[in-house]
């Protein structure tokens, strides 16, 4: 089955530097890429996602890059806010299977310093 | 925010005595799922739903069973909680065929086994 790898497991910057946060996946037929965004209390947030007919995605600070003969994508922030840190999973599945059955990463906890 | 809340959202409960979560939603989404999210493990699937009736296990099934009498609740149900169970239990839906087949989650119920 798939696997889905994350790193790092915390990231620390300075608001206003850009943060980067890997996954690597290990199954070639996964082509649906979301990236969830996880404050301290509640439930997880889509905050975008891509297709593997997709090489890169961008909303406004927010990219996210995907190298499928490599299998890893990447999540970029740019111009970091202190409201940016949280806990974001990557995420991926095999659409063609009809409804998402996701496999997680294990979580990056990003932490905004003013 | 997607329709979907979650019963209890904290639980204290003692090795052995049966425990049944729910989530509700009011999307009339088909397809519902159950997580259960542990440090270092990310979000592991449950079990998941397909419809009324419908439902399949997930990777970490083992001690849990589910029900799904109407569309818009899906239980999850420990019949013998044990301390290994103790985490937080996330729902989740999505709306596949119907819009971008994204998965919503629910905020959480925090169970602690004793």
């Known amino acids: 089955g798939e696997n889905v790898e994350q790193h790092p497991s915390t990231l620390s910057v300075q608001e206003g530097d850009s943060a980067v946060i890997k996954c690597t996946y290990s199954?070639?037929?996964?082509?649906?890429f979301p990236w969830y965004k996880q404050e301290l209390g509640k439930g997880p947030q889509l905050i975008i996602d891509?297709?593997?007919?997709?090489g890169e995605k961008k909303d406004q600070r927010i990219a996210v890059t995907l190298n499928k003969t490599a299998k890893h994508f990447s999540l970029h922030i740019t111009e970091t806010q202190p409201e940016d840190s949280a806990v974001y999973f990557c995420?991926?599945?095999?659409?063609?299977?009809?409804?998402?059955?996701?496999?997680f990463g294990t979580g990056t906890r990003l932490l905004v310093s003013p | 925010d997607a329709g979907i809340t979650q019963s209890p959202r904290h639980k204290v409960t003692e090795t052995g005595t049966p425990v049944t979560l729910r989530c509700h939603q009011t999307?009339?989404?088909?397809?519902m799922y159950w997580y259960r999210q542990d440090p270092g493990h990310g979000l592991r699937l449950i079990h998941y739903?397909?419809?009324?009736?419908?439902?399949d296990k997930g990777e970490v099934s083992d001690g849990y069973s589910v029900s799904r009498s109407k569309t818009e609740d899906f239980l999850l149900t420990l019949e013998s909680a044990t301390s290994s169970q103790t985490s937080v239990y996330f729902c989740?839906?999505?709306?596949?065929?119907?819009?971008?087949?994204?998965?919503?989650f629910g905020p959480g119920t925090r169970l602690t086994v004793l």
């Open positions: 995420a991926a599945s095999n659409r063609d299977t009809g409804f998402q059955k996701l496999v």
């Open positions: 199954d070639s037929a996964s082509n649906y």
């Open positions: 891509i297709r593997s007919n997709v």
């Open positions: 999307e009339n989404h088909r397809y």
């Open positions: 739903s397909y419809g009324v009736k419908d439902t």
């Open positions: 989740a839906i999505n709306g596949y065929p119907v819009g971008n087949n994204e998965q919503f």
